[in-house]
């Protein structure tokens, strides 16, 4: 990338708007870091930051003692923290952008957006871009991160979850990596939302479903809670509003001491005084016991505009590794919830059915026994599911090619086993819809 690529901003207004500081007589230094960060098409991105916080990492939010922050406080040396300090690309952030649904749209909201990776990445695929966050300095900086980036500037606006959305305004697609970390106070923006346990997570969801269009996504990391006595799926069910389809991913489960060493090291607690560090830790330790929470779950949530009667809601544990990235297989995850949805058990045996690329079959039993213990199928791609199937489910899968109906292929497996093709059309449709909805068949059609 050449120079002339990047915009020409004057020192002095550099030095007004809190970008540079001087360090000396004839010295200047940063506020912020910029670090190159390559688009999913090859572009040559990047994000902007400040110091010490490019990359999010467990030896605690270290900041510059060159930056004043919003309210002029002067940061009191390597290591101190600023609650509006504004991270850069870390894991969580990369996830978020990796499992994005991509597909064109006319307006995308990213709520929370920090330094502006997530909008960067929508006005990629989307003619409006609209941006939130309730820390001024994110604004300045996602700013920062478009422009140095070459990308289309964002509607930027200052608030508190959907508070800067219009009562008119709906949207193809919602993003957000919020500050789901649940803790007792608010100390740091970037992670500590100032809701009650997981509440900030709650009320996101629910509130998103009315600010989609038909057919929109809504996409979200997030925190919650696993309280004694209740059961973590049913509650997270709880959260889903009304006229939605959902697809919510648990993908780790800490207990609440590892929870709140992690954040606690986060914060870079662990540097300052023991006394110190043990009193935040009791408390963190009280407020779950408060609320009986033995545990909290990290991960995806996505949500889709539908005007079905019968909205799906799938909620699942999968701590396994996956593809990156995800946003394909998201949205086929809806598509393929659509098509079970308009086909009942005679049209399902009616179609034809294809073995999905990448998924191949393992036999699983004793060397030289005559037939194996477990058939499982397994992906190479997306999800990297694995599912156990019977002979009859082996047998099915290994011939769908797309030229043979579903009902036709039963038949010739009932003819070669000896059953009664009848008994078999009765009872393999649940287990086509299940091979179907995970990803493992696809409609030929």
């Known amino acids: 990338m050449s120079d002339s690529s990047l915009p020409v901003l004057p020192v002095e207004g550099c030095l007004e708007a809190g970008w540079l500081v001087r360090a000396g007589e004839d010295e200047l230094a940063a506020t912020v870091d910029v670090r190159p960060y390559g688009g999913p098409a090859g572009e040559d991105w990047f994000i902007?930051?400040?110091?010490?916080?490019?990359?999010?990492?467990?030896?605690?939010?270290?900041?510059?003692?060159?930056?004043?922050?919003?309210?002029?406080?002067?940061?009191?040396?390597?290591?101190?923290?600023?609650?509006?300090?504004?991270?850069?690309?870390?894991?969580?952030?990369?996830?978020?952008?990796?499992?994005?649904?991509?597909?064109?749209?006319?307006?995308?909201?990213d709520l929370g957006t920090g330094s502006g990776i997530q909008a960067l990445h929508a006005g990629r695929h989307a003619t409006r871009v609209t941006a939130t966050d309730v820390n001024p300095r994110a604004l300045h900086i996602a700013a920062l991160t478009l422009a140095l980036s070459g990308a289309p500037a964002a509607d930027l606006r200052r608030g508190s979850l959907f508070e800067p959305v219009r009562d008119d305004e709906t949207f193809d697609l919602i993003v957000s990596n919020p500050p789901f970390v649940i803790s007792p106070g608010a100390r740091l923006t970037y992670r500590d939302g100032g809701m009650g346990g997981d509440d900030l997570c709650r009320t996101l969801v629910q509130q998103a479903g009315e600010r989609l269009n038909e057919g929109g996504f809504a996409q979200f990391l997030a925190n919650w809670q696993h309280v004694e006595g209740e059961d973590w799926q049913d509650r997270l069910r709880s959260w889903v509003p009304r006229g939605c389809d959902a697809w919510i991913v648990q993908r780790e489960?800490?207990?609440?001491?590892?929870?709140?060493?992690?954040?606690?090291?986060?914060?870079?607690?662990?540097?300052?005084?023991?006394?110190?560090?043990?009193?935040?830790?009791?408390?963190?330790?009280?407020?779950?016991?408060?609320?009986?929470?033995?545990?909290?779950?990290?991960?995806?949530?996505?949500?889709?505009?539908?005007?079905?009667?019968?909205?799906?809601?799938?909620?699942?544990?999968?701590?396994?590794?996956?593809?990156?990235?995800?946003?394909?297989?998201?949205?086929?995850?809806?598509?393929?919830?659509?098509?079970?949805?308009?086909?009942?058990?005679?049209?399902?045996?009616?179609?034809?059915?294809?073995?999905?690329?990448?998924?191949?079959?393992?036999?699983?039993?004793?060397?030289?026994?005559?037939?194996?213990?477990?058939v499982v199928l397994r992906q190479n791609r997306g999800m990297r599911r694995?599912?156990?199937?019977?002979?009859?489910?082996?047998?099915?899968?290994?011939?769908?090619?797309?030229?043979?109906?579903?009902?036709?292929?039963?038949?010739?497996?009932?003819?070669?086993?000896?059953?009664?093709?009848?008994?078999?059309?009765?009872?393999?449709?649940?287990?086509?819809?299940?091979?179907?909805?995970?990803?493992?068949?696809e409609p030929a059609n």
């Open 253 to 374: 489960v800490q207990d609440v001491t590892q929870y709140a060493e992690l954040w606690l090291r986060d914060a870079g607690d662990h540097r300052a005084d023991p006394a110190q560090y043990q009193a935040r830790y009791d408390a963190w330790l009280e407020e779950f016991e408060a609320r009986k929470v033995r545990a909290v779950g990290f991960g995806w949530i996505t949500l889709r505009r539908t005007s079905s009667a019968a909205p799906s809601i799938t909620v699942e544990e999968w701590p396994h590794p996956v593809e990156q990235p995800l946003g394909e297989t998201v949205r086929a995850h809806f598509a393929r919830l659509d098509y079970l949805r308009d086909h009942d058990d005679a049209a399902l045996l009616d179609d034809c059915f294809r073995l999905v690329r990448e998924v191949v079959q393992e036999q699983v039993g004793l060397p030289g026994a005559e037939d194996p213990e477990h």
């Open 386 to 441: 694995a599912t156990t199937v019977d002979t009859v489910g082996a047998g099915f899968a290994g011939v769908c090619d797309g030229t043979l109906s579903a009902g036709r292929i039963l038949d010739a497996i009932a003819q070669l086993m000896g059953e009664d093709p009848v008994l078999l059309r009765d009872r393999t449709p649940a287990q086509i819809r299940l091979l179907v909805e995970q990803g493992f068949l």
């Open 48 to 109: 902007v930051s400040d110091l010490g916080c490019a990359v999010g990492g467990s030896g605690g939010v270290r900041v510059s003692a060159r930056w004043k922050g919003g309210g002029g406080r002067r940061a009191g040396g390597i290591g101190s923290r600023q609650e509006n300090v504004v991270l850069g690309v870390g894991g969580a952030s990369t996830t978020l952008a990796g499992i994005t649904v991509r597909t064109p749209v006319g307006s995308a909201l």
